[in-house]
């Protein structure tokens, strides 16, 4: 049930942090993988660690906030691959911390169009395959920050917020292809954007103040879930958000 031999998945944003630990968990369960971010370097330096796990690994450079650039990296999966089965929509910035009155255009637009925007720019283009080949799976990365608030951060609260409805609503319109679109809700998990947000001397404090289980998540936690998703075992489960925080959410 949990076998993905022979599947192909597009990750985006996934050389490091979250993105990172899906492509080894979906890795290790036999999927092939195409890594796609504005970094084609980090793509490749992760294409060729995951290609060791046994599994075709393909690098893309790819900005999920332009079409055409989404367009280009379908066919080049199809080209190279041959079909694309599962769809995570993980890339997406922080942006930068400020109050709403002191945020530009430019510093709202940077953050929505990434994390909302990319996920229904890649989602339309990569369901048009899908529906070919006769269903398919998409996992979007959103955050416990689509149902709690956190101050000086409203952009992405807006946009994983928004990315929890977009979910729903692909959801719903897909599953007469035998779509189904989930996703998944972390809360404070160790990678390179939440090591921006905070200090290392401050992890221990948060953990302890926000985080009933009293430490931080790491990516690797999280391919268990990445591997149910992307697999037979979610047939029949569309439209769900899963959140992993440690129980932080009901602190």
């Not at 900005?63 to 080049?76: A, G």
């Not at 255009?105 to 990319?118: C, F, I, P």
């Not at 720019?121 to 956190?150: D, H, P, W, Y």
């Amino acid at each position: 049930m949990f076998d993905l031999s022979g599947e192909v998945a597009v990750i985006t944003g996934g050389y490091s942090g979250i993105g990172k630990g899906i492509a080894e968990g979906l890795a290790e369960a036999g999927c092939n993988i195409v890594i796609c971010a504005r970094n084609y370097e980090r793509c490749v330096e992760s294409c060729k660690k995951i290609g060791k796990l046994g599994v075709k690994a393909f690098p893309l450079r790819c900005d999920v906030t332009k079409s055409e650039e989404i367009e280009n990296l379908v066919h080049k999966t199809i080209k190279e691959m041959g079909r694309i089965d599962i769809l995570v929509n993980n890339a997406g910035v922080e942006g930068k911390e400020k109050p709403i009155v002191d945020m530009s255009d430019e510093e709202w637009d940077y953050v929505v169009n990434t994390n909302l925007k990319g996920a229904f720019l890649c989602s339309r283009a990569v369901v048009k395959e899908m529906i070919k080949q006769g269903g398919g799976k998409i996992i979007n990365v959103a955050s416990i920050t689509a149902f709690i608030v956190m101050a000086n951060v409203s952009a992405y609260c807006a946009s994983k917020g928004g990315l929890v409805q977009l979910t729903k609503a692909m959801a719903l319109e897909f599953i007469k292809y035998n779509i189904q679109v989930n996703a998944i809700c972390p809360g404070y998990f160790s990678t390179p954007m939440s090591r921006r947000l905070y200090k290392p001397e401050m992890w221990s404090k948060i953990a302890r103040r926000n985080v009933p289980m009293g430490r931080i998540g790491k990516p690797e936690e999280l391919k268990g879930t990445a591997i149910y998703l992307a697999s037979s075992a979610t047939d029949f489960m569309t439209g769900s958000c899963i959140v992993i925080d440690g129980w932080q959410l009901i602190w």
